[in-house]
């Protein structure tokens, strides 16, 4: 039963310790007023069957949150899981899409919910997500504001069509100061966002997430829909950079060939749409 207007979808697979961390950092939110649906992708075992996992879920029902869990018996993906369940996402008013391996800082859902209740041209908005380890050696990633950000854009070479994008808003930026930004920064795509789910109308199974497609086909259909993305560079979501589980199982199998056809599906599904956003912004 729906409780709250905002709900956190949270994916897991085979991240019972970073599931934790993610989850308490739920629980120290300053704004308590959103359910949490976690998704296991299959995890073994099930995260309903492991005893932290539970005791902080009793912590979270008594802090007043809706919390369920899906449970899927076959590795889908975070792209298939969010397909499945989009006409549960479509009843709240907004959804924050998380990983387990993140921990946000105790205002962020606050200041997400707060910017877009405040700008009804905007269609999501999303945070800083800065390494927080990464295997051996700590690491925080910076980038200036005098760098170009999030960049995407398309080319042709006879027949073949190529969409080329970057990633760099996920990381902290600065001012000319060196000192944090808060200003927010209009994007083309992001990760980690809480968005109006009530603007997209369907989304594609078939992504396998190793290059992030699916990430930025959810933030290119809320544009579609005529609405804005917005980085906001106060809102800090540290990334923990798990070394295992989620996609990372992939690596080394057959990732070139997943990565080629996530590509291929996304040309096919946004190459005419961005194209076209290019030629209108140059005749403008």
């Known amino acids: 039963m729906m409780t709250h ?16 961390i993610t989850l308490m950092s739920l629980w120290q939110q ?9 998704v296991d992708d299959a995890s073994s075992p099930a995260v309903m069957m492991q005893e932290l996992f539970l005791k902080i879920m009793e912590r979270l029902i008594d802090d007043g949150h809706d919390v369920r869990v899906k449970r899927f ?36 859902v606050y200041n997400m919910k707060s910017y877009l209740d405040e700008h009804p041209d905007v269609g999501a ?10 295997k051996l050696k700590d690491r925080i990633e910076y980038y200036s504001l005098g760098m170009p950000i999030n960049i ?7 027949d073949k069509k190529e969409i080329f994008m970057t990633r760099k808003v996920d990381k902290v930026f600065l001012n000319s100061d060196g000192k944090l930004c808060f200003e927010p920064i209009e994007v083309k795509h992001m990760s980690q966002f809480m968005y109006r789910p009530e603007l997209i109308d369907e989304l594609p199974q078939d992504y396998s997430v190793l290059g992030f497609s699916e990430e930025t086909d959810l933030s290119l259909r809320i544009r579609k ?14 990334h923990l950079q798990s070394g295992n589980g989620g996609i990372r199982e992939h690596y080394g199998m ?5 990565v080629e056809a996530d590509n291929n599906i996304f040309v096919n599904n ?8 290019e030629k209108n912004k140059k005749q403008d």
């Open 73 to 108: 018996d076959t590795n889908n993906g975070i792209a298939k899981n969010r397909s499945l369940l989009l006409n549960q996402l479509k009843r709240y008013k907004y959804v924050l899409d998380l990983n387990d391996d993140h921990f946000l800082e105790s205002c962020a």
């Open 254 to 258: 057959r990732k070139k060939e997943m």
């Open 225 to 238: 829909a005529g609405k804005k993305l917005i980085f906001l560079p106060y809102v800090i979501n540290w």
């Open 270 to 277: 946004w190459w005419g749409w961005l194209s076209e956003q």
């Open 30 to 38: 300053s704004f308590k007023a959103f359910d949490i649906l976690i």
């Open 125 to 134: 908005v999303g945070s800083a997500t800065p390494f927080f380890f990464d």
């Open 152 to 158: 995407i854009h398309t080319t042709s070479n006879g």
């Open 5 to 20: 207007d905002i709900i956190v979808m949270l994916s897991t697979h085979n991240r019972p310790t970073e599931l934790c």
